[in-house]
């Protein structure tokens, strides 16, 4: 355990433990399990103008809110279904990500529909590749870069909400599109 605690990790993940496991096993790892892209989609609706942090803490409620993040049950919600969310304190309880969530579900699997996968659209952005920065301090790190503008407009042309460049940035963060760790890291190399 000592040995966990003596990484070298970015700066942004604290001492909690929730964010250190998830810095460790998940953040910039390459994604391209269409249910677990939906699901950093999901939670990066949420995340905006929220602490990465809150969201861990609530990712199993939004998990069983969004039955294990079904693209095509969360589609289908109806307005009931989402009274019912907006009582859920186990989730971000905003009408507003709540009902984009439900609308992005439906626009995701128009993107399955024409693509054959959402993850064989989202790549694109990216040539297929990841981006490999090189910064050494968080205050480096852009709030988002040109893909992440290109992506945005294609998304919101597409109908998808809250998918401004800086969410979309934070989405390529996580589901390794970008590897943004500090080349401190000990993550850096690994991805």
């Given amino acids: 355990m000592l040995k966990e605690q003596n990484k070298i990790r970015c700066t942004w993940v604290g001492q909690n433990p929730l964010m250190i496991k998830y810095h460790d ?3 910039g790892v390459p994604l391209h399990n269409d249910r677990k892209l939906f699901e950093f989609f999901v939670l990066d609706t949420f995340q905006a103008g929220l602490s ?3 969201i861990l803490k609530k990712r199993e409620g939004f998990k ?3 039955k294990n993040f079904n693209i095509r049950q969360v589609a289908s919600f109806n307005g009931q279904e989402i009274e019912k ?3 859920n304190e186990n989730i971000i309880r905003n009408r507003m990500k709540v009902e984009a969530t439900v609308n992005n579900a439906k626009k995701f699997l128009e993107i399955k529909k024409e693509f054959g996968s959402f993850d064989k659209y989202i790549w694109q952005f990216t040539n297929y590749g990841i981006i490999k920065n090189n910064y050494k301090k968080d ?3 852009p709030p988002f870069i040109a893909q992440s503008e290109i992506m945005s407009k294609d998304l919101k ?4 909400k809250f998918v401004g460049p800086i969410i979309c940035y934070a989405f390529m963060q996580g589901i ?3 590897n943004d760790h500090l080349v401190t890291c000990f993550c850096y190399n690994k991805l």
Avoid at 157 to 160: A, D, Q, Y
């Fill in 157 to 160: 042309n597409r109908g998808f």
């Fill in 25 to 27: 096993t998940e953040w």
């Fill in 176 to 178: 390794g599109m970008v």
């Fill in 64 to 66: 069983n809110a969004f």
């Fill in 52 to 54: 990465w942090e809150i």
């Fill in 85 to 87: 969310l907006l009582r």
């Fill in 139 to 141: 205050s480096q790190i």
